[in-house]
């Protein structure tokens, strides 16, 4: 049996390797007032911003995941215009931002085009068949914002459905449900490559994000 300190380093650089991950998310049955519920969040247009409880550690924040990104998205206003969505999109669904990184790292590794070998589409790996079921005809699933959207939207419902379980949550998302591999891959991609701790009096910067 592999010991855990190397079974996640073996596991993290077969996800360096690997193609658009995911997106076997099963096709269910939504009760009507869920179905209502994610509709409602997936209309929502307000335009992505940074959401933090002291606006001060939001520079902070996009600066260090920015440089983290760099070497996979070399565009400064690309990178930034992308965390700042993924930041909204997951704290309005009461995700953890980081989380959402490695669940993307994981996904599409970025790819906003990303395909998986079953169809799945775009950074987060949603399926069409969303679309159908909570949202509109008109939906673009490669559209960055749209994307984020759905997915977190997704997840929640099935964070929801586990009461909290995040292992059981991300099965159902990659519908591997019961099977440790997905889980484990996003957490660890997660912890390896995302974890954000605010430094202790760093609150003042002079940074500055991109502008175009």
């Known amino acids: 049996m592999t010991p855990l300190r190397f079974a996640l380093p073996l596991l993290l650089a077969a996800l360096a390797a690997a193609p658009a991950w995911a997106g076997a998310q099963r096709e269910e049955a939504l009760a009507a007032n869920v179905a209502s519920a994610m509709s409602r969040s ?3 247009v307000n335009a992505p911003r940074l959401v933090f409880e002291d606006p001060r550690e939001g520079p902070l924040w996009l600066a260090e995941m920015s440089r983290r990104l760099e070497k996979r998205i070399p565009d400064q206003w690309t ?3 992308l965390l700042t969505a993924i930041h909204y999109e997951a704290t309005r669904a009461g995700l953890d931002p980081q ?3 490695g669940l993307i790292q994981v996904e599409s590794g ?3 085009y990303a395909i998986s070998p079953v169809g799945a589409r775009g950074l987060m790996q949603v399926m069409p068949f969303w679309v159908r079921s909570i949202g ?3 939906h673009n699933l490669f559209d960055l914002t749209t994307n984020l959207r759905y997915g977190c939207t997704i997840l929640r419902h099935y964070l929801d459905i586990e009461r909290g379980n995040l292992f059981r949550a991300l099965g159902r998302y990659n519908g591997s449900l019961g099977r440790a591999e997905y889980p484990n891959l ?3 991609a997660w912890k390896a490559n995302w974890q954000w701790q605010q430094p202790a009096g760093q609150l003042r910067t002079g940074y500055q994000p991109a502008s175009r």
């Open 99 to 101: 989380m959402v990184l």
């Open 110 to 112: 970025f790819k906003k």
């Open 186 to 188: 996003v957490v660890g």
């Open 79 to 81: 990178r930034e215009r």
């Open 42 to 44: 997936i209309a929502d």
């Open 136 to 138: 509109a005809s008109g």
